[in-house]
């Protein structure tokens, strides 16, 4: 019997022996005037299914870049990006979209929670925007909620919670749709060191419970929390 596989990915391959994310000498340049930015230059690695990952390297070296490859937000301009097998570069704008959403849950420092809305209902854009019913994206929202801890604060409104606590919320969010790898953009940036352990402590949780962990930024604490570490320097890959 074969298994269906993704185009771009060698006939037979199971799904579950597909890396959740792979780059291969991947470049994103950006042509400034007459000068290019090299911002990633050729950088490969692969992070398994189940990993806990900390992309790191100083300001400038090339960490949001990666991340916007890896999230589906852009496309490389060289190499090849492949997201649970499926290489980004083939897609049209609308299937980068959908397998962004199948695929990936982001988590951002300054939290994005929309401020009119109660902490349930932000839970559940992401449900609202994949066709799940109102009845069912209740349920699922409540559930991502009291996985963080946060059950109790379902109606409250963004500014009624400590900034622990909207992190806590985003990452439910950032759950609720069950993506198979959450990408977070420097999560602790903008909590205490306290805080920040906690909510490091929650994503040691969810990687324990089977998703893929990817966590980019500067701080030392956040990468000794992960058992690897990708070190980029000058959009070069220095350790991996
Ligand atoms: N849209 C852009 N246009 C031009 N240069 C960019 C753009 N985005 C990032 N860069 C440049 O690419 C390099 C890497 O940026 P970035 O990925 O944001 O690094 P980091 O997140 O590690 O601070 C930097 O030199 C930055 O100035
Ligand atoms: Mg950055």
């Known amino acids: 019997m074969s298994s269906p596989t993704a185009p771009g990915l060698p006939p037979g391959l199971p799904p579950e022996a597909r890396p959740a994310v792979e780059l291969e000498a991947a470049r994103r340049h950006y042509a400034m005037g007459d000068t290019v930015v090299r911002a990633l230059d050729g950088v490969s690695f692969r992070i398994g299914r189940g990993e806990r990952v900390a992309i790191m390297g100083p300001s400038g070296s090339g960490k949001s870049t990666c991340m916007n490859l890896i999230g589906c937000l852009d496309r490389p301009t060289g190499g090849r990006v ?22 990936i849950g ?9 401020p009119r809305l109660d902490i349930a209902r932000n839970v559940e854009i992401p449900l609202f925007y ?27 409104r ?13 990452i439910a969010r950032a ?28 994503f040691d949780e969810i990687n324990a419970a089977g998703t893929t962990v990817i966590l980019v930024t500067h701080d030392p604490e956040v990468g000794r929390s992960c058992p690897r ?10 350790e991996a």
Do not use: K, M, Y
């Open 82 to 103: 492949l997201l649970d097998g499926v290489d980004t570069a083939g897609l049209r704008d609308d299937e980068l979209a959908a397998l962004r959403n199948r695929v």
């Open 158 to 170: 963004p500014a009624e919670l400590s900034g622990g606590q909207r992190q806590r919320a985003a």
């Open 106 to 114: 982001f988590v951002f420092q300054q939290f994005h929670l929309l």
């Open 130 to 156: 994949a066709g799940v019913r109102p009845a069912e994206r209740r349920r699922r929202a409540l559930a991502a909620l009291e996985r963080v801890g946060l059950a109790d604060r379902a109606r409250h």
């Open 229 to 238: 570490v990708i070190r980029l320097r000058d959009g070069l890959l220095e």
């Open 175 to 202: 759950l609720v749709a069950s993506p198979a790898v959450l990408l977070a953009d420097e999560p602790t940036g903008a909590l205490d060191s306290a805080t920040g352990r906690t909510v490091l402590g929650l």
